[in-house]
């Protein structure tokens, strides 16, 4: 019987990505092998305990809820999360995973919609990024970039282009919560004409910003 470590089991809004606003159970697997400058979820690196695949969805059952995402940490991290995309995804459900991008997601279920969070510079992870991950993007899949400052704009701009991601998916640019002002990335996103979709943490405006488990 697979086993995972799991952080927490919660039903909320999605706060991100285009499925943002819809209701959503979220299951955070426990660690990450990236430490992003600005990372707000630090407390799934360690904490967590062990939960069968038949557990967990027992646990995702417990919610009146069809979509469920998968996130961490870092979910691609524990060998066991292919087993649970494949309970989730047999069970009927709509699945997303949240993963950085560091490591490779053309192993994961194709019924599983992949948001990438590709790192910029100011994260002080942009070395860890898996460029070959490009090539496993579909249509259903999201390409995230977290920015803190015009640098990273400047940067995720050039990596767009560069890997054409905006021809194969979604494009996703999204602020570092209290580090730049929404407006700022706004008027940079319309002066570069950039093929991208504005992006704010909806659940940080919902609820306090630092609330876990929302
Ligand atoms: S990948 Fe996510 S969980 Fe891991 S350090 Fe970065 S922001 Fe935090």
Redesign the pocket.
């Known amino acids: 019987m697979t086993e995972l470590v799991v952080n927490e089991i919660f039903h909320s809004i999605q706060g991100e990505s285009s499925h943002t606003g819809r209701p959503c159970v979220f299951v955070r697997l426990t660690y990450?092998?990236?430490?992003?400058a600005?990372?707000?979820?630090?407390y799934?690196?360690e904490e967590g305990r062990r939960m069968s695949v038949a557990g967990i969805l027992s646990a995702v059952r417990s919610f009146p809820c069809g979509l469920v995402e998968v996130t961490?940490?870092?979910p691609l991290m524990q060998d066991g999360v292919n087993d649970l995309f494949e309970a989730l995804c047999d069970g009927g459900y709509e699945v997303l995973v949240e993963t950085?991008g560091?490591l490779d997601i053309g192993g994961i279920d194709r019924r599983v919609k992949r948001i990438v969070?590709f790192?910029c510079p100011g994260?002080g992870?942009v070395k860890k990024n898996l460029w070959s991950n490009v090539g496993a993007l579909t249509q259903q899949d999201e390409v995230k970039f977290?920015i803190l400052d015009k640098g990273d704009f400047d940067w995720a701009v050039e990596r767009v282009r560069e890997h054409g991601i905006d021809k194969r998916c979604t494009v996703l640019m999204s602020v570092v919560f209290g580090q730049l002002e929404p407006i700022e990335l706004a008027r940079w996103m319309l002066e570069e004409g950039i093929n991208a979709r504005f992006q704010l943490q909806a659940h940080k405006y919902i609820w306090e910003p630092a609330a876990r488990g929302v």
């Open positions: 990450c092998n990236l430490r992003c600005w990372c707000d979820t630090a799934a690196f961490g940490g870092e950085s560091s969070d790192k994260s992870m977290v």
